[in-house]
Structures are given as structure tokens and as C-alpha cells.
């Protein structure tokens, strides 16, 4: 048992003169495991690791390099464009990797505008008493300056819910469903389509109102920067790596 301790110690010994590293070691650097680090190879998120006499795999500080430059890219560009980005790297693709980096900027750009236009639209709604609301197609749609056609389409969309009133069957919009309209037609103004404002009507009538949103906003904005922040981390050590 001893003897085969010595070996150990010995082979890695002589690893680290001739600057390689074990999976174990690259494992450990960075808190993984050595099935991760065996992973991210066969993923090609890591080049290929040369192999022992003996058939181990050792790696070098280039690979620790790229291990690092993609840890770092998956905070603010996620595990799957990471991993992309890392491959079309390793496969000499530098040109690829850097359009999945502009396609990533160029989304958080058009979040970040998305969130604008939330908040100017959240900004702009008119108050609505509490006491009553009711209202039908007509009048809402003459208060929007929209046709009732349009209102009928946003109903299809799921976007606005009146209910009806079981002797005429005339559409009855509360209090909530004119917010929600005028929401609608706030983004509608800025450019959104249905299928993006449809998601956002949901988070509005989930927090009960248009007030508990402003807390949500403020996590948004935080998202942003956060994600903001750690692409200039991933960039740095992708640069690191392919210099």
C-alpha cells in the first residue's frame, strides 16, 4: 500500500516539473468534481487532454485557462452559450464565439429597453378607483383610443379578462382589466408584440396590483447589472485564454 502511495506521490511530482495536471488537481482548483472536469472536456468546453504512457489524462495550464474563461462566461451568458462559445473557440471558430457574444450584449440591450418601456408604461397608467371600474367595449375603448376590435383581440390573447353579464352577455371590464388594458396598450404603443406583453400582464396579476411591481422592477434592474457585471468578468478571462 505504501508503495503504491509512493508511486503516487512520484507521478505527480513528476507532473507538476513537466507543468501538467491531473484531472483531480484541475478538479479541485476550481471546486469540482473529476467527473465534471471529464465532462467539460467530452463537451468541448476544454481541449482535449493529452494522455499518459499509461492512458491517465493530464492537462496543462491551458486547460485551467479554459476552465476558467468558462466558468466565468456562465453568469452572465448562461451554461448553453457558454459552452458554445467555449467550442467554437476549441474548434478554432474565434469568429463564431464572438457573434454568440454580440448576440448575448445585443439581448440584454433589448432588456434593458424592455424594462424601460415597463416603467414608462407602469408610470403612465391612469389610477383607477377602487369603489368601481366597470366599464364595457365602447367606452374603454373610445378611453384608449382604440377600436373594440382591438380590445377583442387582446381578450383572444388572454391579455385582458372581462367577464359577462349574464342578461345581456355584453362584456364587463372591473377595475383590473382596465389597468391591464391600458398596460397593453402602453407597450403596444412602444413596439411589443402580444407574445411579449403576455408575460408580463401574468406577473401584474399575480402581485395584485401594479404597486407590488416596484420591487420586482428594483430586482430587474439588479439582474441587469449583475448580468452586465459578469459579462465583462467573462470577457476578461476569455481574453485571458485566448491570448
Do not use: C
Amino acid at each position: 500500500m505504501k508503495l503504491i502511495r509512493d508511486i503516487g506521490r512520484t507521478v505527480r511530482r513528476n507532473l507538476q516539473d513537466a507543468g501538467r495536471l491531473r484531472p483531480v488537481d484541475l478538479a479541485r482548483a476550481h471546486g469540482l468534481s473529476t467527473q465534471a472536469v471529464r465532462n467539460y472536456e467530452a463537451a468541448g468546453i476544454l481541449p482535449e487532454a493529452e494522455r499518459t504512457p499509461h492512458g491517465y489524462r493530464t492537462y496543462t495550464p491551458r486547460h485551467a485557462q479554459a476552465l476558467r474563461a468558462f466558468l466565468a462566461l456562465v453568469p452572465g451568458h448562461g451554461h448553453q452559450t457558454a459552452t458554445l462559445i467555449m467550442q467554437a473557440i476549441n474548434r478554432g471558430a474565434t469568429a463564431d464565439a464572438l457573434r454568440l457574444i454580440d448576440e448575448s450584449h445585443a439581448q440584454i440591450l433589448d432588456d434593458r429597453r424592455t424594462l424601460q418601456a415597463v416603467e414608462a408604461a407602469l408610470h403612465d397608467l391612469s389610477p383607477v378607483p377602487q369603489e368601481r371600474g366597470d366599464t364595457f367595449v365602447g367606452p374603454l375603448a373610445g378611453r384608449l383610443g382604440i377600436r373594440p376590435a382591438t380590445l377583442r383581440k387582446w381578450e383572444r390573447a388572454g391579455l385582458v379578462q372581462p367577464r359577462r353579464d349574464p342578461l345581456t352577455g355584453y362584456r364587463v371590464y372591473s377595475a383590473a382589466d382596465v389597468r391591464d388594458a391600458q398596460l397593453v396598450h402602453q407597450l403596444r404603443r412602444g413596439g411589443y408584440l402580444l407574445e411579449q406583453i403576455a408575460p408580463l400582464i401574468v406577473q401584474v396579476r399575480s402581485a395584485g396590483g401594479v404597486a407590488p411591481l416596484e420591487s420586482m422592477l428594483g430586482d430587474w434592474h439588479a439582474r441587469l447589472s449583475a448580468r452586465s457585471r459578469a459579462m465583462l468578468t467573462g470577457a476578461a478571462a476569455l481574453d485571458a485564454y485566448l491570448g
